[in-house]
């Protein structure tokens, strides 16, 4: 039973060892990534890692205001007992137990040995009854002894020490003492005694006697004397007593790797999300890691453990084998000659019995409900198509042989589209470098360098922070807002019965120029806060002039309204320092900005070069527009550049 001071002392322990986590703040632009970059540095797998969400991300619009998820990680405490055993001992510390009660009366032995009659007594227990002077003298009369010292038994009775001590005499007859026997068995592993009941005047067996019989059998090691004992006092005639045992040799354990990655690349986990449920796409298929994380363990072997015969003799045992390191592709050993550790980022996998890190992830077919969302540190290349709803996300390119319907395609570098994109008017691509693809349409693009399409660009939102080129037979720019840095170059801008207004806009940078527009709608609301804060204080100020005091509730609302306005007002000069740094940053681009047409300008397109703005009224043909003191002015067609919308394999875009 754990008292109330064992208590406080589990609850301390527990404490203590709370305090001991060591946490760390982890973060990502995803939860996964967040939590995988939290397992790498604890140095842990993420099974045994628990986390606390501190701050949840956000994936921005277009890109923009994009927030990371960030995490505080700690490494699960490991339980020092079995839960059987902790749940035992949680509910004995907090049941109140009966005390348990033993009853037992006191017993007498009676042992005859060649020296005399020996008497034992036992004292009792709880309620039980003292042992019986009457029956002791039954007792040692039906074994004949004689001479009996009453005086002496009546005090070994009454202190009943539990030792043996002699009473009396008896006629000692040697042929009907008890006959032991010793068997030695199962390849000297057990031993057992055989013992014949003692007849008239024959002696009882000791436990002195019995040892001296086992050492002279050569029964010496793992000997039960707690069994010899009770046999002393209850012995069992004519059965074999099993009385020593040997210890077996335990083979040492072969070494062994502890993988910190799930195995069987089969097996698919579902997560609940924030709001509970279950979406069935994010399978988390893909084994992601990052350059140095330790993805094993070499676990040494241990030393075997010798058993022993009764006997004494000695039985060896082997030592574990050691295992060999398997080491693939793209791992390395650490300086513990023990720990493998991932060489890049990417996907590990075992193939051959070899851990491998894989920079490149290959989905054979679509992707789909089959392969669910892909996440990848790595480069994703796709045999199929990315089918609607579904999302690829890569730290290095994507390639894609199918097309990609109203799904989302993440990369940090160069995205590449064999067909065609149709977004439908939800789907959403972004690359840090280039986009490239056969047509676009209804699609939200952003790429950090160029957006190139060979059948044109129809009803779409494109932002390059470099350029945008349409350079193929049937290359057209047809509705929706396109925005580059230096050059939109296409075939066709326009159509004469399209409907859609064509926005082209070139000249400045489209991030910085977004970013105006976001903090300006940011301070516009700031603004308007401090306007209504600064009309409440105004009241309270007008009725502590009439009142001369507030009551204390308003006092304190006045106090929460001047921390409130100091706030925004750190948070609006932000807003306006970032906005003057954005504004200098647009001043100081000295890109010239053009927009191309090698075909034709349909009336109706407007175009942007800074802060020019012209809508075109009539056809043009072959002609680039550019920015001319000021104003928007036509020349000449002027060619892209060739080696500029080179594919990323070599090929143009025709």
Known sequence: MVDFVQLQQIIQESLEQDREIAAVEAGGPTLEEAVAQGAALLDIPIRRMEYEVVERGFKGLFGKGQKNWKIRAYERVKAPKSQETEDAAYEEAFTVQSPVRTDKDGEVFVLLRPEGAFIKVTPPLGRGKKADENYALVLLRSRVVKDIDIPLLMNTMKEASGDYVRVGYFEQNPTNDAIIKVEVADMEMKASIFVSHPGPGGCDLSLESILSFLRQSNVTYGIKEEVLRDFVDHPIYMERILVAEGTKAVQGRDGYIQYNFEMDQAKIYLREGIDGKVDFKDLHIIKNVVQGQPLAKRIPPELGSAGKTVTGRIIPAQNGRDIVLPLGKNVYVGDDGATIFSEQNGQVVVINGKINVEPVYTVQGNVDIKTGNIIFLGTVVVKGSVESGFSVRAAGNIEVHGTVEKAELDAEGDIIVHQGI??????????????????????????????????????????AYKRIICQGKRAHIVGGRLRATEEINAKILGSPTSGTETVLEVGFDPRSKERIEELTETKNE?????????????TLANIKKQQKSLQEEKEAYQLALIEERKNLLGSLKAANDEIGKAKDHLASLITRGRISASAKVYPGVKIIIRDAKQEVINDYRAVTFILEDGLVSVTKYEEPDAEIIRGPDGDTTD
Do not use: C, P, Y
């Open 422 to 463: 149709t977004g439908q008017g939800a789907g959403i691509i972004r690359a840090g470098r280039s986009i490239w693809a056969r047509f676009i349409e209804n699609t939200v693009l952003e790429a950090g360098a160029m957006v190139v399409a060979s059948d044109g660009i129809i009803n779409s939102r494109v932002d």
């Open 526 to 538: 700031i603004e308007k806060k401090i306007e209504e804060i600064q009309l409440n204080l105004q």
